[in-house]
């Protein structure tokens, strides 16, 4: 733990009388809270710097087994206490997330701006106890704040605006982008930087990257239904490339974040060959294999189906975000 990191959290908890007068309270539940309290049943949730209380009790309210986290007590007796007023109880945890372990899975997993308040040097371990506790099916729900304009300078005392681009890399291959919104702030503090982005994401577990070989049965299934022998074109291929018309760029739109989610960006066309080598390593097949498959699926001379204008009528891949979405 950063001791001045510390110092300045308990300086803010002793000079507040109420929670309403944290700087980070909020009177509303976190953005995209209440939609995924309406698209799945209650189960655990997990709220880390739970702060003022409101999305604990919030998620308490919709019937969750919420556990609130935090290092500063006060936040804990803050959330506690309006727990108790609103009929409904958390379970309370004094810990530093970064040396914390997780004793289970959470369906839910949220940080209403504690990752762009923590000193750099503990991230990895922030990012390590984020993908302990994210049940497999679970929903991670991020605010951190952008900057307002691009190369906008840091606040003399935070907390630290990131861009969109560089919170995807750090919460990938795991975690994928499913939504994402902001609200700009033009004016505060000059101490904080005056003008800022306050950025909500909603982060799920990439299933390209959890279940690997799962993806692959996908596709096969699908070129399986359209009576395409695959398996006969790959191996008549050997170590060489399929002899199809497929331009790497439109590999590089089939494995980004748009389709299959191999790569949590588009890439280059000259980095397809290596992303599609790291993930087949990661299903336990050839490169060459699984480059193949992948050129047979959006040959519209062969499979047909992930072409450049997908047919995702005809498709059964269920990790793609293309069918996921609709």
Known sequence: MNTHEKETFLQTYDWVKTWQELPWSHEQPSMFLAEICNQRQPGKAL???????????????????????????????????????????????????????????????????????????????????????????????????????????????????????????????????????????????????????????????????????ELIDQISATLTRHGVDFESMIA??????????????????????????IAHRIPSAGEVGTLIAAFAGKAEQSPRYVDNLLRVFASEAHGNICITNARCTECDVGFCKRLRNR
Request: hydrophobic share 40%; glycine share 8%; aromatic share 10%.
């Open 47 to 213: 709220d880390i710097g739970c702060g003022a209380g409101t999305d604990s009790v919030f998620l308490a309210q919709q019937g969750w087994d919420v556990t609130s986290l935090d290092f500063m007590p006060k936040a804990l007796e803050y959330t506690q206490a309006r727990a108790a007023d609103a009929g409904v109880s958390v379970t309370p945890i004094e810990a530093d997330v970064t040396t914390w372990e997780p004793p289970q899975k959470y369906d839910i997993v949220l940080d209403h701006g504690l990752l762009h308040n923590m000193d750099p040097v503990r991230h990895a371990a922030y990012r390590e106890r984020i993908m302990n506790a994210l049940a497999d099916e679970g929903e991670f729900v991020l605010l951190h704040w952008h900057p307002l304009f691009p190369n906008q300078p840091q606040g003399k005392i935070g907390p630290t605006r990131t861009c969109r681009e560089d919170i995807k890399s750090f919460f990938a291959p795991e975690l994928q982008e499913n939504f994402f919104a902001r609200e700009e702030f033009e004016d505060l503090p000059e101490m904080v930087g005056r003008g800022m982005s306050q950025a909500y994401y909603w982060f799920r577990r990439n299933q390209a990257d959890l279940k690997p070989a």
């Open 236 to 261: 008549g291929a050997g170590d060489a490339p399929l002899d199809a018309e497929i331009a790497d760029d439109l590999l590089a739109c089939m494995v980004g974040p748009g389709r299959l989610g």
